[in-house]
């Protein structure tokens, strides 16, 4: 690939400034032009316009009426993540009959750093409106999938969550990392954890994690993803659901071949 004499001056690589590019345009709401994009990546329009134009030949990104989207190929590829498939073919049985028995959101996610990645979503005729997509990413802290994740996580993977902040979203979001710390103890006696509106006004969770053999030389599980029921707090009761999610949690992770120590 072509760099300019301008461009070989900067600390950026080829590789880091396409990666940044898609990463800005793949936490924006909708399509990025140019210039906005040249603001929020930091680097040079002509740089941005150029890069971009390679992606979007290789079908990373997509020409949109206003500006860059992200492209299809990206979708493709992602679909080649073997752990990522496996899990998402063993899980989408169950979340479907989660789906056909509530109507509401059901969804599977993972754990990246210190955000829930959401890897596949079901939507039904109860369905309501929230933050979360196929791709996309929320604080763990203040989501059922977060807390039922690091139920069953290392110390460091919690470290990591409460040392980055825990700034409140709503009036219940715990912001506290000894009782953050204290919710998790409960996630752990029971397999199930509870979104309270913690993340979004108006909107509750129940979730459950996919958990795998323990590591050599410590107690418990370790949790592989999440699994979860969302839906408006003025009609969804989570704790009456909290067994059904539980209850499907359990069975992908013995189809996934991981045998249970609870």
Same mark, same amino acid.
């Given at each position: 690939m072509r760099i300019s004499a301008e461009?070989?001056?900067?600390?950026?690589?080829?590789? /880091?400034?396409?990666?940044?590019?898609?990463?800005?345009?793949?936490?924006?709401?909708?399509?990025?032009?140019?210039?906005?994009?040249?603001?929020?990546?930091?680097?040079?329009?002509?740089?941005?316009?150029?890069?971009?134009? /390679?992606?979007?030949?290789?079908?990373?990104?997509?020409?949109?009426?206003?500006?860059?989207? &992200?492209?299809l190929h990206l979708f493709e590829l992602?679909?080649?993540?073997?752990?990522?498939?496996?899990?998402?073919?063993?899980?989408?049985?169950?979340?479907? /009959?989660?789906?056909?028995?509530?109507?509401?959101?059901?969804? &599977?996610?993972?754990?990246? /750093?210190?955000d829930i990645v959401y890897i596949e979503k079901l939507t039904g005729r109860n369905s309501v409106t929230v933050p979360s997509s196929v791709g996309?990413?929320?604080?763990?802290?203040?989501?059922?999938?977060?807390?039922?994740i690091l139920a069953f996580s290392d110390d460091t993977a919690v470290e990591r969550v409460t040392s980055a902040g825990m700034p409140s979203r709503t009036g219940t979001t715990i912001t506290d990392p000894r009782r953050f710390h204290r919710e998790l103890a409960k996630i752990r006696d029971t397999g199930?954890?509870?979104?309270?509106?913690?993340?979004?006004?108006?909107i509750v969770c129940v979730a459950a994690p996919i958990v795998v053999e323990s590591y050599v030389g410590r107690d418990?599980?370790?949790?592989?993803?999440?699994?979860?029921?969302?839906?408006?707090?003025?009609?969804?009761?989570?704790?009456? &659901?909290?067994a059904a999610v539980r209850t499907a949690a359990l069975s992908i992770s013995r189809l996934l071949g991981y045998p249970l120590s609870r």
């Open positions: 461009e070989a001056g900067e600390q950026r690589s080829v590789g /880091d400034r396409m990666l940044l590019i898609l990463d800005t345009v793949a936490t924006s709401p909708g399509e990025v032009g140019l210039s906005e994009l040249a603001r929020r990546t930091g680097l040079k329009k002509a740089t941005v316009h150029r890069l971009a134009t /390679d992606l979007v030949a290789h079908r990373m990104l997509e020409r949109g009426g206003y500006g860059y989207r &992200l492209g992602g679909q080649h993540v073997p752990a990522s498939r496996r899990l998402r073919a063993t899980a989408l049985p169950f979340m479907s /009959d989660l789906l056909t028995a509530t109507g509401e959101i059901v969804q &599977l996610g993972v754990l990246d /750093d210190t996309s990413r929320l604080p763990a802290y203040c989501t059922g999938l977060g807390k039922a199930i954890a509870y979104d309270r509106e913690e993340g979004t006004h108006g418990g599980n370790r949790a592989v993803a999440g699994l979860s029921i969302t839906g408006p707090a003025r009609r969804m009761q989570p704790a009456r &659901l909290g």
